[in-house]
């Protein structure tokens, strides 16, 4: 009943980051002065298709054809195309139950309604129906997938070609329109979050119009994907007398079918919720800490207030941004911390039901030890890169200091992809041969400081998508 | 059979720190032109009868008569002698059973072991011998707090007497030699941390003999007091035959009588690996990176190695230190956030028992929920930290940054004492009206981050003192 499984999916993971080395070492990059080194290049790889953002090399400094394959990259490593993807490969072979076979114990994404099926007195009639409500399903997702995308492109295309101040952007920079928006979209939806300009959507931050296209992708494709699935799900039923059956079934038995997403009525509003109040908080201290600083300079109020809430939808976990991350306040960096540590299905549970209490039970255990483990495992890392960065620490104390390296290791494990950057304003000693530098933190990093973090995105893209808490 | 239920605990602390404050503040200072003020003093009574040893004010501001108001804080706040205290309470109201009644459900440290009971075939017999039992227990526990104590006092009183670079101290800074012994041994056994100098035991840091008599009072007060314990009854058992028959009952039973520090065998011997295991790794770290650095300038060899041995002991969770903590690498300080974390009685179970095991889940899911809130708790508190100090974040970045923030919340919850400190040197505007001082880094917060800071402090002396993990 297990959809995914830990080994295939690191398999498939690490393949194709080799696969999408290759390709971009292969393609020419935008200018001939600027090769990226092969470590950075394949950094760039593993942080498309782990969705994280994380970035050691300029955007600006790929060619078109190599953001098209960025593209394709973060486009197969969504997780909603490789959720889907299982559920296909379950329909196309349902003898040999390749991963059918492996009943949810080890599965790192098997989630708290997933994996243990609850009593099942007729086995052979409910897998027959079980299998038929599997296709219909997958066919679900996959018109969900490419419905939402191909909505994100239009609209967006519209928006650059419509809006002066936005396309006149992309034509100064060089970037075809059609590739901008593709690229932005599938980032977007797949909470990727790398955009094809260096300075991320901060060159896009009085155009309040493009960020509010761009928000509901971001949700729609992470932490609001199983209660817009639902929805669909619900909707369809109610269209066709023919998919009804399938779309009562799935409904009724969301915590059996195993497929992560797609999550009982109750948890589905409770996780709506949990999704509002870790917006509405980080949006709420932002704007009062930030209101008349200098990070929101120069915008008008509607103009911050969409920044705010698109920063903080962000957080979770797409990690575009419309500021520089360094000069907000501590404590919204502190909160945002905690949003990007936090796994997309996070629910606080506010609604009572025995047969879920008891189902979730058995789960959680197994959930709370690897809660625990995952932050033993965070200090590990963040210490062995101490480690690697130790002469820079001493040296260069503003620029490298404990916070910055946790940010950038819990925005990789959370595959986010906010950084405090490196400015050589910062820079206490030896500024001369100092030039900024659009991309992350990491690009400064040594290569064992490199190779640590992309491990953490590895970890990252396998770790659980769920976590729930009792209320209150 | 809850030995320490919550709501009487918090009276205790609470009641006993305004009476400690009242006392302190009645007390004449040492000088006439320095008079801390109330929330200081405050601050200073919770430090010390949590066993923080966070400071606001320097210790040498302290007259000799304070100095033993804080000495008998402490001991009356250390962890042996209140939890001895309830065992004596409970020997003395067996029928009225105030804390008997209610059994390890809202404990806050009912420990793995403590609290439910298995299977008791004979609830009267047991009963009586339970009760002659926890009488013996009682006046182990009281007879090991004495005979520890006095054997420190007697060889600190020597060693100083003996020692004249060490006595010579204590007469440049006008310290009583017995007010000092009393003060550092109580201070060392309850974990509590204080030292009546400013620089702590910084000044000593080139008497390892010092150091060395300190290193198991901390020990055998804290994180060893459980082994030690039951060492104690099994040789009391050899010695006389009439307790031998408790101290056999006690041995076999020790998970049902329901004294927190009162481990099985199997669980006390993983303990004191877990203890050595988090001993070894800072020093290894600590010897690595900063055997030929500033922080250990000017010692010899012998010296370095007990001193860091020292520091790695004081991580859990004494606080003691012989070094400037802002001074060391910033991978120490990440695995130094880890100890102080860490409960006392933390434990990896490397070695398997059916019994155990089984009384051990039930329990462990309560204290995973506890494990990720306390987290969350912290996250908050850290967060309302940064919001207090918000300008100071903003003025003095180097001083005021995140991570001492952290270190400083971590450290209060762990009832540990290190401290970033704050350096004149370190700021970097307005440095004219600085003056450096020997208190901690809280100490130049606003009333509201100190404020917090004493909740936390009483929130970690509530926390639990167990935690545990499956090995590997
Ligand atoms: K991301
Ligand atoms: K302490």
Not at 252 to 269: C, E, Q, T
Request: net charge positive.
């Amino acid at each position: 009943h297990c959809l995914n499984p830990f080994w295939p999916r690191i398999f498939y993971f690490l393949s194709l980051s080799l696969l999408g080395f290759g390709v971009l070492k292969a393609l020419k990059p935008r200018t001939d002065s600027f090769r990226p080194r092969n470590l950075d290049l394949f950094f760039t790889s593993v942080s498309s298709i782990t969705v994280s953002s994380m970035s050691t090399v300029e955007m600006e400094a790929f060619s078109d054809s190599q953001l098209v394959v960025i593209t394709v990259l973060m486009f197969l490593g969504g997780e909603v195309f490789t959720s889907m993807a299982a559920l296909f490969l379950r329909n196309l072979k349902p003898k040999l139950r390749i991963f059918g076979g492996k009943v949810g114990n080890h599965s790192l994404d098997g989630g708290v309604d997933g994996g243990i099926p609850i009593t099942n007195p007729k086995p052979e009639t409910l897998r027959e129906e079980d299998d038929q409500s599997i296709k219909f399903l997958s066919f679900v997702v996959l018109g969900y997938l490419v419905a939402v995308n191909l909505i994100g492109v239009t609209v967006v295309s519209l928006y650059l070609a419509i809006v002066p101040s936005a396309g006149s952007i992309l034509k100064k920079k060089g970037l075809k329109l059609l590739t901008f928006s593709v690229f932005t979209v599938v980032s977007s939806f797949t909470n990727c979050g790398f955009v094809p300009t260096n300075e991320n959507m901060v060159v896009f931050r009085k155009n309040p119009g493009l960020l509010l296209i761009i928000i509901p992708q971001i949700l729609l494709g992470n932490t609001l994907f199983p209660p817009c699935l639902r929805f669909s799900i619900w909707v369809l039923g109610k269209l066709g007398k023919k998919v009804g059956g399938n779309s009562d079934y799935l409904s009724k038995n969301a915590g059996v079918i195993g497929y992560l997403h797609l999550l009982p009525s109750r948890r589905s509003w409770c996780l709506v919720a949990t999704v509002v109040g870790f917006l509405v908080a980080p949006v709420v201290l932002f704007l009062a800490m930030e209101w008349n600083s200098e990070s929101l300079n120069g915008m008008n109020s509607f103009e911050k207030i969409v920044g705010v809430v698109f920063q903080s939808v962000n957080a979770r976990h797409a990690g575009e941004t419309i500021v520089d991350i360094s000069t907000v306040s501590a404590a919204i960096l502190v909160l945002a911390t905690v949003c990007m540590y936090l796994p997309p299905y996070a629910t606080f549970l506010f609604l009572k039901d025995e047969k879920e209490e008891k189902n979730l039970q058995k789960k959680k255990e197994r959930m709370r030890k690897k809660g625990v483990s995952n932050i033993a495992y965070l200090s590990i890392f963040v210490l062995l890169v101490c480690i690697t960065e130790r002469e820079k620490i001493t040296e260069d104390p503003l620029n490298f200091n404990v916070l910055n390296i946790i940010i950038e290791v819990v925005s990789a494990y959370g595959n986010v992809g906010f950084t405090m950057g490196y400015s050589c304003k910062r820079r206490s000693i030896g500024g001369a041969n100092c030039e900024d530098k659009w991309y992350g933190f990491v690009g400064w990093w040594s290569d064992g400081g490199k190779t640590i973090l992309i491990a953490v995105m590895f970890f990252g893209r396998l770790k659980n998508f769920n976590m729930t808490w009792r209320f209150p």
